[in-house]
């Protein structure tokens, strides 16, 4: 079956913002699945590319990269910003990145760090700043805050499962 690619994914959020904890839970956990998921492989599978897409460990790195993005825009839902700044969907950081030259160890404990940070923010927010709004600027829709941490914890289950097809594919 083929897969939705993300910039063709549409959401719906017409959750409650209470489930602000669950979703913040889901982020917490994204390092840990990360690791067990990967921590036992070949430096040979985990940079081995599908033609030209990319390696179990530059999806990996890729989410390390966009961690900066996901605290900037923490940084606009505080500031009360009426739209937020989009991604490079070029993804030029993670293609100038050099993920598969770097070991897998490196990538995992800096992801772990960098979310580490962010969900701490997010712990630290009060509950009223999860209903705030900005304007997501690819998907032309307000955005809430408990949104914008829904969108991220789907990115990360998006590339976790880019990842297990690619050690599906290689092992």
């Known amino acids: 079956m083929s897969r ?5 994914r549409t959401f719906n959020f017409d959750f409650p913002v209470e489930l602000f904890p669950e979703m913040i839970e889901r982020l917490r956990g994204t390092p840990a699945r990360l690791a067990d998921r990967v921590q036992s492989f070949a ?8 033609g030209d897409r990319w390696s179990i460990q530059e999806n990996a790195g890729h989410m390390l990269d ?9 940084n606009e839902y505080e500031a009360g910003a009426a739209e937020l700044h989009a991604a490079d969907m070029t993804n030029r950081k993670t293609y100038e990145g050099n993920h598969n030259e770097q070991s897998i160890v490196t990538i995992l404990d800096r992801f772990r760090d960098e979310r580490g940070r962010i969900v701490a ?4 927010f009060a509950p009223e700043l999860f209903a705030r709004t900005a304007l997501h600027p690819r998907l ?7 949104d914008m941490v829904f969108f991220q914890a789907e990115h990360d289950d998006f590339h976790m499962t880019r990842i297990s097809e690619l050690i599906r594919l290689f092992t």
């Open 4 to 8: 939705i690619p993300w910039t063709e």
């Open 140 to 146: 032309k829709i307000q955005m809430r805050l408990v």
């Open 43 to 50: 430096s040979e599978v985990l940079t081995r590319r599908d």
């Open 66 to 74: 966009l961690e900066p993005l996901v605290d900037g825009l923490l």
């Open 121 to 124: 923010r997010l712990d630290s």
